[in-house]
């Protein structure tokens, strides 16, 4: 069982001796970096950064423009800007405009607050682009970025930017940025995240509000700052053929506008797209398609149109952040329990007559095997329902009803090893009617809210025991009081773990390619924040953990939501000051333990046992 690692792992994870390792340098272990980590007694769930992934992708993206550009002899340059709204976490920005710098790494900003991070970090000589609706403020700060020397260009959605950028450019000192057009294209991407393309998508302008702008920046004497035409069909764009369409369509736009007088338009940009596999199943691939192919694709299409209508090669940009920023980070969380944990036979109470149906059950238990195993789990499910009905009707008491959830606990953990090298196809029913919910540290809401918000799965498997067959079928639950926070078993695309002692061993689970979106898209349901972060360095003699930001105190998680921590302290103070159940010393005992919780996370520690705190 290998997690399908080298279907979605990119060469960035290996299995050797039943751990997953870092394939780079001295090759740590995840769960070798995570022990080290928690030494200093930090505990719940933890994001952990490779900065060499997002190194090894900003390599590959130029890496495979430079051989599609040398293949076809294509005339027009590469560049590439990073959109900030992926994943604007200072250890990852930072991280990334160092190692793209030598490449001209840009970014691109959707707000205001992204444009001030932008214009604070890019690289010198790297380009920034500006997408989304702009006030006339956020121009302003685009005239701003230009004065200071930034190679930006601003996109206009919609002829009223237009109006806005024309009428600033008369106020202010003569240094205006590029202007960049986004295009409304019929073409269209696919997938849940598709919405951006298409012609009743929510952003771009018309072929008549195109000829109506170059007109308009005829007028103002700006044409020389159309440098760009843009389009984005869609985050994570699976399959290629919508791509290639949209590609025509915006080739052919580009020539016409150049033809029209357009002198200075130059570049295409292309938006985002690039997909990253998240499947953790050969029979479940999300995309179709190799970065090379799709390099391959837009500098071959773009040649030919540009061929065709006599126009020269336009530069090609793309913002493609998903691809750079999702393989960088795993979220590693421990499991808390495993709900059926609690039935071992010591627990059985047997009586000196046992109810018939009981009776049966310490029958089945006792003289399953291989054989017979799966008959027999089922005559055990059927005989619990019975039982759990005899118990509704008053005819078997509350100690016969715990008797039976432990027998069909045991028969169920004896049959599934029994049967655990069947064929998959064989078991999947059953294992799905005796899941097993393993309780994780970790709140789904904040770490990975685009499986809750639109079903988007992630590769999860555990760190350790890799050797062993996992025999579970698992569904994962978070720590939140909220049902929805669950990864429940799919017979589909089945996740099986491992049946682990937690009071003895600890067991923690990795999330994969949680890089992208999910940091900044994570709520605080519950009041769960951002897990702490650590960033990993690693090279051949050892690695290094660096940065490590602790997840945000209970204090500054209600000062974030506007509460007065002085109020709430001198609340909770004078409660216990009046309270006339507890003696002086006390009441200075409970103060002292409620500092301590105001300054530590939300998230859980200790579950049973002090010594395998989580
Ligand atoms: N550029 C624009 C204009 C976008 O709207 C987006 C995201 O939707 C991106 C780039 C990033 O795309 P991706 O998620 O494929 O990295």
């Known amino acids: 069982m290998d997690y399908g690692i080298k279907t979605w792992g990119n060469d960035n994870f290996f299995i050797e001796d039943g751990k997953v390792k870092v394939n780079t340098g001295c090759e740590p272990s995840l769960i070798e970096i995570i022990q080290e980590i928690r030494k200093d007694g930090i505990r719940g769930p933890i994001l952990l950064r490779f900065p060499h992934l997002i190194q090894k992708q900003i390599r590959m993206i130029y890496k495979s423009f430079a051989d599609a550009k040398k293949e076809f002899g294509y005339e027009g340059n590469f560049s590439a800007v990073y959109p900030l709204k992926v994943n604007q976490f200072p250890n990852f920005v930072k991280n990334l405009v160092t190692l793209g710098q030598k490449y001209h790494y840009g970014l691109e900003a959707g707000s205001k607050a992204e444009l001030i991070l932008a214009m604070a970090y890019n690289n010198p000589d790297a380009p920034i682009t500006v997408n989304g609706f702009k006030d006339n403020e956020m121009i302003s700060l685009g005239f701003i970025a230009a004065e200071m020397g930034h190679n930006i260009t601003l996109t206009i959605e919609g002829l009223n930017e237009l109006e806005s950028i024309i009428s600033i450019a008369k106020d202010r000192f003569g240094c205006v940025p590029n202007i960049g057009l986004r295009i409304r294209l019929h073409s269209s991407g696919i997938g849940i995240w598709a919405k951006s393309g298409g012609i009743n998508s929510k952003f771009g ?126 979220l590693i969380a421990p499991v808390l329990e495993l709900f059926s944990q609690e039935y071992t036979d010591q627990k059985l109470r047997p009586k000196e007559i046992n109810p018939p149906l009981v009776q049966e059950l310490y029958d089945l238990l006792g003289t399953m095997n291989r054989k ?54 064989e078991i999947l029913d059953i294992q799905d009617r005796v899941q097993e919910r393993y309780l994780v540290n970790f709140s789904l809401f904040q770490s990975l809210p685009d499986f809750w918000g639109i079903g988007q799965t992630f590769p999860v498997m555990p760190l350790d025991r890799l050797d062993e067959v996992p025999t579970r079928s698992a569904s994962l639950w978070d720590i939140t009081c909220d049902s929805d926070g669950e990864i429940g078993f799919n017979t589909e695309t089945p996740l099986f773990l491992h049946d682990v002692d937690i009071k003895n061993r600890d067991y923690f689970l990795g999330f994969f390619l949680v890089g992208a979106y999910q940091e900044v898209l994570g709520m605080k349901h519950n009041l769960f924040t951002h897990p702490t972060e650590a960033t990993i360095i690693i090279d051949d003699d050892g690695y290094a953990i660096e940065n490590i930001l602790e997840s945000q105190s209970i204090s500054d998680i209600l000062e974030d939501l506007d509460y007065d921590i002085k109020e709430v302290q001198e609340n909770l103070n004078d409660r216990i000051e009046a309270s006339d159940i507890i003696s002086e010393k006390e009441k200075k005992h409970i103060l002292g333990e409620i500092y301590l919780f105001l300054n530590d996370n939300g998230y859980l520690k200790t579950i049973n046992n002090e010594d395998n705190s989580q």
């Not at 089922?378 to 005899?390: G, N, Y």
């Not at 078997?396 to 069947?422: F, H, M, P, Y």
């Open 205 to 330: 302008l018309t072929s008549t509000e195109l000829l109506e702008a170059v007109n308009m920046l005829r007028d103002a004497n700006l044409l020389e700052k159309f440098t760009m035409i843009h389009f984005h069909i869609g985050s994570q764009i699976t399959d290629i053929a919508p791509l290639k369409k949209a590609l025509r369509e915006a080739g052919n736009i580009y020539a016409e506008l150049c033809r029209m007088g357009a002198t200075h338009l130059r570049a295409i940009n292309l938006g985002g797209g690039l997909a990253v596999e998240y499947s953790q199943h050969k029979t479940t691939l999300h995309k179709n398609y190799t970065l090379s192919e799709y390099a391959n694709d837009v500098v071959y299409l773009l040649k030919d149109i540009a061929t065709q209508k006599g126009v020269h090669e336009p530069d090609i940009f793309i913002e493609s952040g998903r691809f750079v920023a999702a393989h960088h980070a795993v």
């Open 372 to 425: 017979n195993a799966l008959e027999f789990l089922h005559d055990s499910i059927d005989h619990m329902e019975s039982l759990l009905t005899l118990f509704d009707l008053g005819y078997i008491d509350l100690q016969d009803r715990s008797n039976t959830e432990i027998l069909v606990n045991l028969i169920i953990k004896k049959a599934v090893g029994l049967v655990a090298d069947k064929k998959l196809s």
